[in-house]
């Protein structure tokens, strides 16, 4: 496996107020691959991906990324591999406001020592057009276009995705969840999405199905099917 997670453990808080987030998580995904993380609010999905992103450390167990353990990473180590290696995209866009739509994929490009081409991305994106304009002048899929830009050019090993269609209408997620499909295939990103929308669980080779902060499913896809198969 290219990622591997053994009994991973983490809660919040102190005694009383205490909360379990992940009660002992153990999975792998397979480098290449398209993983979705299924789970309601609270379940500890967000949590996990925080842990495998290194924003957040576990309280317990081993996370290994290609062979290497992530604790044994020092600051220095952790803080390239994050840079390097990871992509993220969130719900909440954050593009730097006065930079315009190529200036913010040229951001992610100048974190890795082997980027994509800009003007590829862009193509791929379909945001050619758009290139010269500013966040404030572009919709809500168009601004998560230019963020799943910035974190794809990097040409990361893994892309991070938690709620990336949260704040976007039906028509809109379509499209951008096309648009990670297309990247997972084109490129070979390794692609994890956090959701706790069912029916994206039919786009993914694997489906972690997390509840209470444990995995209560994990199932492997025999039929990937097509975003645009896809209905709720």
């Known amino acids: 496996m290219y990622l591997e997670l053994k009994d991973i453990k983490k809660a919040f808080g102190e ?3 205490r ?3 992940l009660r002992g998580v153990s999975f792998g ?3 290449g691959s398209f993983t979705v993380i299924l789970g309601p609010s609270g ?7 925080n842990i495998i992103g290194g924003i957040e450390d576990a309280d317990s ?9 992530l604790e044994s990473f020092g600051e220095k180590k952790l803080t390239d591999y994050r840079r390097r290696h990871l992509g993220y995209v969130f719900q909440s866009y954050n593009l730097i406001s006065n930079l315009t739509v190529r200036e913010n994929i040229e951001v992610g490009a ?3 020592k082997d980027p994509l081409n800009v003007d590829e991305m862009l193509d791929v994106l379909g945001m050619e057009e758009h290139k010269d304009k500013l966040p404030s002048q572009l919709s809500g899929g168009q601004q998560q276009r230019t963020a799943i830009g910035r974190a794809v050019v990097k040409n990361p090993d893994i892309l991070l995705c938690d709620e990336p269609t949260g704040a976007l209408d039906y028509h809109t997620s379509k499209d951008i969840l096309q648009l990670l499909d297309d990247v997972n295939r084109k490129y070979s990103t390794t692609v994890i999405m956090v959701t706790h929308n069912e029916a994206l669980a039919e786009m993914a080779d694997r489906v972690i199905r997390v509840k209470d902060g444990m995995i209560v499913r994990n199932d492997q896809n025999t039929h990937r099917k097509s975003v645009m198969e896809l209905e709720w």
């Open 15 to 17: 005694e009383e107020n």
């Open 19 to 21: 909360t379990y987030a």
């Open 29 to 31: 995904v397979e480098k």
């Open 43 to 49: 379940s500890g999905k967000s949590t996990l991906l």
């Open 61 to 69: 167990g081993v996370l290994t990324i290609n062979g290497d353990e």
């Open 110 to 112: 100048y974190l890795s």
